[in-house]
C-alpha cells in the first residue's frame, strides 16, 4: 500500500525539493548555484543593513560605521514622506492620506459590492475626496490656506495616481468603443488621439501642461500647475487605456454582441450588460500594469518641480550633513514602492480568480 505524504510530514517538502530543483544533474547544479548566490546575497544584505547598520540619527556614527546609515531616514522621514509641507501641520496630509487608503480598502472588500453598496461607495468616495482637499489646501474650519506647490511626498504621489486612473478609465473605454465605431469620424479621432499621445514620452506631456498650456489657454482656463499635470497624466493614461481596453474587447466572440442585439438590446445596452463585464474582467492583469506603471511614473512630476516620493527624498538629501546616505534614502522609498505594488498585485490576483469563479458556477447553473 504506498505511503501517502501529508504536509506536515518532513519527507513530502524534501520530495517536492527534489522533484523542482534535483531532477536532473544540470537541474542540480544550476540549483546549487542559485542557492550559494542566494545566500551570499542576503549574508551581504543582512550585515550591511541590519547587523552593521546605524539607527539612530548619529552622523557621527553613521561616517564610522561599516554598514548603513538609518539614522538618515530616522531624521529626514517626515520631509520625505510629507515634502515642504509645513512641519507643525504634517498631521493634516498624514490623515487625508489615511482617509483615501481607507477608502480604497473598503472598496476592495466584496461584501461592499452589492448594489446598495456601490451607492454607498460612491458617496463614500465624494466625501474622501472632499475631506483630501479640504486638510491639503485648507482655508476652511479654520485650517491654514495651504497652496498646492507645498504638496508632497507620498500623498502628492497617491493623490497624483488616483486621479489618472480614476479620470483614465472612463476615458480610455470611450476611446477603445469609439476606435471600434462604424462611423468614420468618430473611429478616426479615437484613432489618431491614442497613436499621437502613444508616440509621445509622459515627460513631454508633463512640459507641455505646465509650460505651454498656460500660454495657449484663456485667463478663465488657467490653473495651477498640480490640475495641469494631473490632467496630463489622465489624459496620457486614456491613450493606454484604450488599447488595453480595445484587447480586452477583442476577446469577446462576436457572437455575443449577434445575440444581445437579437434580444433587442441597444447598441448600449450590448456594451453595459453584456461585452464591457465581460472585456473589463479580462483585462484585469494589464490595468494593474497600467495601475502600477502610473504609481511608478509619478516620480517624472520632479522634472517641472514638483516633489512627490522621489522628489522629496531629493530635497532631504539637499542637506550636506546626509548628502552620503542617498543609498539608504533609495532604498527605504523602493520598499515603499514595493510595499504598495506588491499589495495592489496580490489583490489583483485574488480578484481575477474571485471573478473567474464565479462566472464559471454561473456557467455550470445555467
Not at 542566494?38 to 561616517?63: E, K, M, Q, S, T
Not at 453584456?274 to 490595468?287: D, E, G, K, M, T
Not at 531629493?314 to 532604498?331: C, H, N, P, Q, T
Request: hydrophobic content about 55%; some cysteine; overall charge positive.
Amino acid at each position: 500500500m504506498p505511503q501517502i505524504q501529508t504536509v506536515g510530514n518532513p519527507g513530502s517538502w524534501v520530495m517536492k525539493l527534489r522533484e523542482n530543483c534535483f531532477y536532473s544533474p544540470a537541474a542540480s547544479v544550476l540549483s546549487v548555484v542559485l542557492g550559494l548566490i542566494i545566500l551570499a546575497v542576503v549574508g551581504y544584505v543582512f550585515d550591511w543593513g541590519i547587523a552593521n547598520a546605524v539607527w539612530d540619527p548619529n552622523p557621527a556614527a553613521c561616517r564610522e560605521a561599516s554598514g548603513a546609515c538609518w539614522g538618515f531616514v530616522a531624521e529626514k522621514w517626515r520631509l520625505i514622506i510629507f515634502g515642504r509641507f509645513p512641519y507643525e501641520l504634517q498631521w493634516r496630509p498624514g490623515l487625508a492620506t489615511l482617509i483615501i487608503v481607507g477608502m480604497l480598502v473598503v472598496s476592495a472588500i466584496p461584501a461592499c459590492w452589492t448594489r446598495q453598496g456601490v451607492r454607498m461607495l460612491l458617496w463614500g468616495w465624494v466625501a474622501a475626496f472632499f475631506a483630501f482637499f479640504i486638510l491639503m489646501l485648507g482655508g476652511v474650519f479654520n485650517l491654514e490656506p495651504i497652496g498646492t506647490d507645498m504638496w508632497g511626498g507620498l500623498p502628492l504621489t497617491v493623490i497624483i495616481t488616483l486621479f489618472g486612473m480614476a479620470a483614465s478609465s472612463p476615458l480610455g473605454i470611450l476611446l477603445a468603443i469609439g476606435r471600434r465605431s462604424r462611423m468614420p469620424i468618430v473611429s478616426a479621432l479615437s484613432t489618431g488621439y491614442i497613436e499621437l499621445v502613444r508616440g509621445v514620452p509622459l515627460i513631454t506631456v508633463l512640459f507641455v501642461a505646465t509650460f505651454v498650456f498656460p500660454l495657449l489657454l484663456p485667463e478663465w482656463l488657467q490653473c495651477d500647475a498640480f490640475w495641469r499635470v494631473a490632467i496630463g497624466i489622465a489624459l496620457f493614461q486614456a491613450a493606454y487605456m484604450a488599447e488595453t481596453v480595445r484587447g480586452g474587447l477583442q476577446t469577446i466572440s462576436q457572437g455575443q454582441y449577434a445575440a444581445a442585439r437579437s434580444l433587442g438590446f441597444t447598441e448600449r445596452q450590448c456594451y453595459q450588460y453584456v461585452i464591457l463585464p465581460q472585456a473589463l474582467v479580462a483585462i484585469i492583469p494589464a490595468f494593474v500594469n497600467s495601475l502600477l506603471s502610473c504609481f511608478m511614473d509619478t516620480s517624472l512630476v520632479t522634472v517641472v518641480s514638483m516633489y512627490d516620493l522621489t522628489g522629496s527624498l531629493k530635497l532631504a538629501l539637499g542637506d550636506a550633513v546626509w548628502r552620503a546616505y542617498f543609498i539608504e534614502g533609495y532604498v527605504f522609498i523602493a520598499l515603499v514602492y514595493f510595499i504598495s505594488s506588491f499589495i495592489i498585485s496580490r489583490y489583483s490576483q485574488w480578484l481575477e480568480l474571485r471573478l473567474k469563479g464565479a462566472k464559471a458556477r454561473h456557467v455550470v447553473r445555467i
